[in-house]
């Protein structure tokens, strides 16, 4: 991608770089010269450091389900295929509404179609000298009809032999085949303390962990995401420099099960908002 398009975000030793068109993404994020997340290593969206997920995380089970009594069919990404994969968001061009020296507004306009229902959203940056905010919001532009709503961010960080990562999470969501969640039990794998990177590996999963304060650290860097939400999902393949730890409102095809919180309707006209916290120590 070429430089000039991206947003450049300073503030002390911190800097973030954006990229509006390809997704309202965050293509490097460094604290003195050292990756916070894993900087982008090509043009697409899957090599950036994060992407946003809206208006649902993760997977709904074949890109269906009911709400008030009525069926809806959303888009199935080929990434997730059979399933539809978090949200559309990501797929967009998200406009600049906003941008200074230390802070940047996106938004996203989206008529119903891969999404039942028109919505808008918006992602706010805003960058400190240890630490990045990023604020979701979601407003359902429909004139009548409430719809579900779901956030989510998807951080790649950068893996090395000594990576850990410390949470506190007593279930986790077991997947058939297709990579669906479709069994929550109990697990001690995180209990607050650090786990080294070779137990996490192949893992592609959700944890339920309300309201989720993680410490992802290595070698010259130590981060702490946290964020109001339902717990986190971990992606850790073994045949790559990174992992991905994704913070979310809500657990993977709660949608698709008719599991909904109070937190995920939103009546036409309404707006929700989410804010995730990068704390960063180099």
């Not at 050292?34 to 994060?50: E, I, K, N, S």
């Not at 269906?64 to 949200?87: K, R, S």
């Not at 960058?127 to 951080?155: C, K, Q, Y």
Request: aromatic share 10%; charged share 15%.
């Amino acid at each position: 991608m070429n430089d000039q398009t991206l947003l450049h975000l300073a503030k002390g030793d911190a800097i973030c770089r954006i990229a509006p068109a390809q997704g309202g993404s965050i293509m490097a994020l460094d604290c003195g010269g050292v990756p916070v997340l894993r900087r982008a290593v090509g043009d697409d969206l899957l090599d950036t450091a994060c992407f946003p997920l809206v208006p649902f995380a993760n997977r709904i089970a074949h890109g269906h389900f009911t709400l008030n009594g009525a069926d809806h069919a959303i888009a199935v990404d080929y990434l997730g295929a059979p399933h539809a994969i978090h949200g559309n968001g990501w797929r967009r061009a998200w406009s600049v509404e906003q941008v200074g020296p230390d802070h940047a507004t996106l938004r996203l306009d989206e008529d119903a179609g891969d999404w039942p229902w028109p919505y808008a959203a918006w992602q706010a940056f805003m960058l400190e000298e240890d630490s990045l905010w990023v604020e979701l919001t979601i407003e359902n532009r429909h004139e009548s009809e409430a719809m579900p709503a779901g956030f989510g961010l998807h951080p790649y960080f950068p893996r090395s032999p000594e990576s850990t990562v410390a949470a506190s999470a007593e279930v986790m969501w077991f997947n058939d085949p297709t990579g669906l969640a479709v069994c929550a039990q109990e697990s001690g794998l995180f209990s607050g303390a650090p786990v080294g990177i070779e137990a996490l590996e192949g893992l592609d999963n959700f944890f339920v962990a309300p309201d989720p304060s993680i410490v992802i650290a290595a070698p010259g860097m130590s981060v702490t995401l946290s964020g109001p939400g339902a717990g986190f999902h971990l992606y850790c393949p073994g045949d790559h420099d990174f992992f991905c730890v994704e913070p979310v409102s809500h657990a993977p095809n709660s949608f698709g099960r008719g599991e909904w919180g109070p937190q995920d309707i939103l009546p036409a006209g309404g707006r929700r908002s989410q804010r995730y916290h990068f704390a960063f120590q180099a």
